[in-house]
């Protein structure tokens, strides 16, 4: 597609219950990023993905977070036994190598009640 | 570890006023570093980029950013704000480390502009 599409635009969830969030990324962009942005706060780094190199999973803020690249295009960012606090925007963008700047997606708002 | 730090949360500016958004950043080496803008309910958009090629550098909507090595900051202007600019403002950085090009954002700065 022409952009980053990012599938559901809206989630709301149970406590508890398992979550997975959708990023198509551009065509050809080797590199992948997850952010969460939480309501008024900045740009939270939870992974990413750069061609066939293993993810950079240091920012996923528990074991109940991970996220997979499938085939270096679509990527799954899967949360378990989601929580309240988990509740926010999850971004996704890519980029052909980082240093042209990244595009993103409009995001995934997940609601958990 | 590379870092963002912008300075302000929030700025208010009176619309013709200059637009003055702060970013420092930490790093061994000079990085590659970007702005983006955020509009209400949207996703993120490039703003402009540096990539070593020149100091001052021009974005969409008439921004600039200088990028001074001495003083590790990339800081970003508007000589005359308009209404249309109220938006949230993220300066990022990525490093210059072969095929390692992980993107850190600072925690953002609201730009509010008012008649």
């Known amino acids: 597609g022409a952009g980053v599409s990012q599938s559901p635009s809206n989630k709301v969830t149970e406590k508890g219950k398992d979550v997975e969030l959708r990023c198509d990324p551009i065509?050809?962009?080797?590199?992948l990023y997850w952010y969460r942005q939480s309501l008024g706060q900045g740009l939270e780094f939870l992974i990413y993905?750069?061609?066939?190199?293993?993810?950079?999973k240091s920012g996923l803020p528990s074991d109940r977070f991970s996220a997979e690249r499938t085939g270096g295009s679509v990527s799954t960012l899967t949360i378990q036994r989601t929580q309240q606090e988990d509740s926010a925007v999850y971004l996704c963008?890519?980029?052909?190598?980082?240093?042209?700047?990244?595009?993103f997606g409009q995001g995934t708002r997940l609601t958990v009640v | 570890a590379q870092s963002v730090t912008q300075l302000g949360s929030h700025v208010s500016v009176s619309e013709g006023a200059l637009v003055l958004l702060r970013c420092n950043y930490s790093?061994?080496?000079?990085?590659?570093l970007f702005w983006y803008v955020q509009y209400p309910n949207q996703g993120l958009q490039l703003l402009l980029k540096?990539?070593?090629?020149?100091?001052l550098v021009k974005g969409i909507n008439g921004f600039e950013a200088e990028f001074k090595k001495s003083e590790t900051s990339f800081h970003l202007t508007k000589p005359s704000a308009h209404m249309s600019d109220a938006a949230e403002y993220f300066c990022?950085?990525?490093?210059?480390?072969?095929?390692?090009?992980?993107?850190?954002f600072g925690a953002g700065t609201r730009l509010a502009v008012h008649p």
């Open positions: 790093s061994s080496v000079p990085p590659y």
């Open positions: 993905f750069q061609g066939n190199s293993a993810p950079d």
């Open positions: 065509s050809g962009h080797t590199a």
């Open positions: 963008a890519s980029s052909f190598s980082g240093r042209e700047g990244a595009f």
């Open positions: 990022a950085v990525t490093p210059l480390i072969g095929c390692y090009n992980k993107m850190i």
């Open positions: 540096y990539t070593s090629a020149a100091t």
